[in-house]
C-alpha cells in the first residue's frame, strides 16, 4: 500500500513538473508575443509568424529558446498592452520606449520576476504608477518618463532594493516625493511634475535640473519658506559673507606680517641687503673690481673671500674625497651666485660655475672656531658618506670668510639639509 501511495505521489509531481513545463514553454513565449503584435500593431507586424520559434524575430532576444530581453523601441506600436506579456516569464529586459502605448501597465507584469530593466518611457501610459510593480524586487532601472502617469509617487518604492535609475519626468505626478531610502537610486529625476513640498535630503546633491518644473523646494532647489530653513539660509548666507570678509582679513594680516618680517630681516642684515630684497639676483661680480667692496650692498661670498684671499697665504679651496679638483677657487668667485636661502649658520648660495658646474655654497657667519679646529671638523664631515647628506665637497677658510661647497640639490632638500639640523649643529659656531 505504502509503495503504491509513493507511487501516485511520484507520478502526480511529475505531471505537475510536465505542466510547469509546457505552461512556461517557448511555445508560451511565442503566444504571448503574438498576443502583443495583435494589440499594438506597428512595425512588428512585420515578424515572419510562420516561423515556429520567436527568437529570430526583430527585438525578441532568446536564451536557451526562451525570451530574455524584448526590445521594441520606436517600432510604432499604439493602443493598449494586452494581458499576456506576464508569460514571458525568463524576461529579463523589456522596452517599449518612444512608442505610442497608452492605458495603464497590464497587472499580470508581477509575473515577470527576473525583469530588471523597464523602460517605458516616450509612451501614452496613464494612470497610477501600478502597485504590483513593488513586488518587481529584480528591478534595477524603472523609465517611466515622458508619459501621462498621474497619482502619487508610492512609499513602496522601497520596496525595489535594487533600483538604482527611477525616472519619472514628465508625468502628472502629485504629492510630495516619499523618503526613499531603501533603494540605492544613483539616477534620480521627477522634473516637470505637479510635485509639492520639500526635496529628500538623500537628493540634496543631485542636479537641480532632476526637480525642477515642480513645486519643490529645498537644495538643491531653493530653500522652503516658512519652515525656519529659509531664516537659516539668511543666517547661511551671512556666514558666507562673514567668512569671505574674515579670510581676507586673514589674509591681509599674513601679507602684512610677512611684510614687516621680510624688512625686519632685510634691515638686519646689511651685508645682504640686496638679496633679501631680490629673490633672484644675480650677483656676478668680476674678480678683479671686488676687493674693497666687502660689507657693501651688492657683496656676495666672493667679495671677502677674494680679498682674504690675497691677504692670508690661504689661496685655494680644500676638496674632499675622490673627487678631483674640478674647478678653484678664482672659478667659485667668478661664478654667478643665487640666494638659495638663509639659515642659522648663514647664507646660501647655488652657484654656477662656468665650466658647467652647479654647487650649492654656504657662507659661515659668526664662526669663530680657530683654524686648525674648523679644518679637523670640516674634514670630518666632508668624509662622511651618507644617503641623506648632501655631499661636502669642499671648503674655504681664511679670517674673516669661512665657505663650505656642497653638491647643488634642486629638489629643497639642500635648503632643509643646510639650514636646519646639518651636521655643523653640534659645532661650536
Ligand atoms: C518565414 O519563415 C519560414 C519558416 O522558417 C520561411 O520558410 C520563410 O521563408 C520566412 N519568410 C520570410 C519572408 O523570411
Ligand atoms: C498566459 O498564460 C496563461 C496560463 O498560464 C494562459 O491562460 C494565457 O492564455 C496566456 N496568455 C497568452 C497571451 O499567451
Ligand atoms: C488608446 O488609444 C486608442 C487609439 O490609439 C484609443 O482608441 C483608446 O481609447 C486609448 N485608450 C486610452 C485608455 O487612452
Ligand atoms: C514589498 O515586497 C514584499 C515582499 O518582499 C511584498 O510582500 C509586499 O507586498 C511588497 N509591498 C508592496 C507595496 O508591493
Ligand atoms: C492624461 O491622463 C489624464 C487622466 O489621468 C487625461 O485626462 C489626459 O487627457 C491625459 N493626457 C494625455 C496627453 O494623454
Ligand atoms: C494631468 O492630469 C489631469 C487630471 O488628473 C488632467 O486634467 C491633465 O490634462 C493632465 N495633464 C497632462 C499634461 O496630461
Ligand atoms: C531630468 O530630466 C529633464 C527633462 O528630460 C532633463 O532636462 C534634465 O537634464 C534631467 N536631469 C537629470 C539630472 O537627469
Redesign the pocket.
Known amino acids: 500500500m505504502k509503495f503504491q501511495l509513493l507511487l501516485i505521489t511520484l507520478v502526480f509531481a511529475f505531471s505537475l513538473y510536465l505542466f510547469a513545463i509546457v505552461d512556461a514553454d517557448p511555445a508560451s513565449d511565442r503566444a504571448a508575443l503574438l498576443a502583443l503584435r495583435l494589440a499594438v500593431g506597428g512595425r512588428i507586424l512585420l515578424w515572419n509568424t510562420s516561423a515556429a520559434s520567436p527568437c529570430s524575430w526583430t527585438g525578441v532576444f532568446c536564451e536557451k529558446d526562451r525570451v530574455t530581453r524584448l526590445r521594441l523601441p520606436g517600432m510604432g506600436l499604439s493602443g493598449t498592452l494586452p494581458l499576456g506579456i506576464g508569460n514571458l516569464t525568463e524576461l529579463q529586459t523589456l522596452s517599449l520606449r518612444f512608442n505610442a502605448v497608452n492605458g495603464s501597465i497590464p497587472p499580470d507584469f508581477v509575473n515577470l520576476v527576473n525583469l530588471r530593466y523597464l523602460y517605458l518611457q516616450g509612451n501614452f501610459f496613464s494612470g497610477q504608477i501600478p ?5 518587481m ?1 529584480n528591478l534595477v532601472r524603472l523609465n517611466l518618463a515622458h508619459n501621462n502617469f498621474s497619482g502619487e509617487i ?1 512609499p ?1 518604492f522601497n ?1 525595489l532594493t535594487r533600483l538604482d535609475t527611477l525616472y519619472l519626468e514628465n508625468n502628472n505626478l502629485t504629492g510630495a516625493i516619499p523618503d526613499l531610502n531603501a533603494p540605492p537610486l544613483g539616477q534620480f529625476n521627477v522634473s516637470d511634475n505637479k510635485l509639492t513640498g520639500p526635496i529628500p535630503a538623500r537628493f540634496s546633491h543631485l542636479d537641480a535640473s532632476a526637480f525642477e518644473g515642480n513645486s519643490l523646494c529645498g537644495e538643491p532647489l531653493q530653500a522652503c519658506p516658512g519652515t525656519g530653513t529659509d531664516s537659516g539660509s539668511k543666517l547661511s548666507g551671512g556666514a558666507i559673507a562673514g567668512i569671505v570678509i574674515g579670510s581676507l582679513i586673514g589674509l591681509l594680516l599674513i601679507l602684512l606680517i610677512l611684510f614687516f618680517f621680510c624688512r625686519k630681516k632685510s634691515s638686519g642684515d646689511n651685508q645682504l641687503k640686496d638679496t633679501a630684497t631680490v629673490k633672484r639676483a644675480d650677483v656676478e661680480i668680476p674678480a678683479g673690481n671686488i676687493a674693497r667692496d666687502s660689507g657693501n650692498a651688492g657683496a656676495s661670498y666672493s667679495a671677502t673671500a677674494k680679498g682674504d684671499a690675497r691677504s692670508s697665504g690661504t689661496m685655494n679651496l680644500v676638496f674632499f674625497g675622490k673627487v678631483s679638483k674640478v674647478f678653484d677657487l678664482e672659478d667659485l668667485l667668478r661664478a654667478s651666485a643665487e640666494v638659495l636661502g638663509k639659515g642659522t649658520f648663514g647664507t646660501t648660495y647655488k652657484a654656477s660655475i662656468e665650466i658647467g658646474v652647479v654647487a650649492a655654497v654656504k657662507r659661515l657667519k659668526d664662526v669663530t672656531a680657530p683654524e686648525r679646529e674648523f679644518r679637523e671638523k670640516i674634514e670630518e664631515v666632508g668624509k662622511m658618506v651618507h644617503e641623506n647628506l648632501v655631499p661636502l665637497r669642499a671648503y674655504y677658510y681664511s679670517r674673516d670668510e669661512k665657505l663650505l661647497v656642497y653638491d647643488y640639490m634642486p629638489m629643497g632638500s639642500l635648503s632643509a639639509l643646510l639650514h636646519g639640523t646639518h651636521p655643523f649643529s653640534g659645532l661650536s659656531f
Do not use: H, K, P, V
Open positions: 502597485e504590483f510593480l513593488f513586488n524586487q508610492s513602496s520596496n
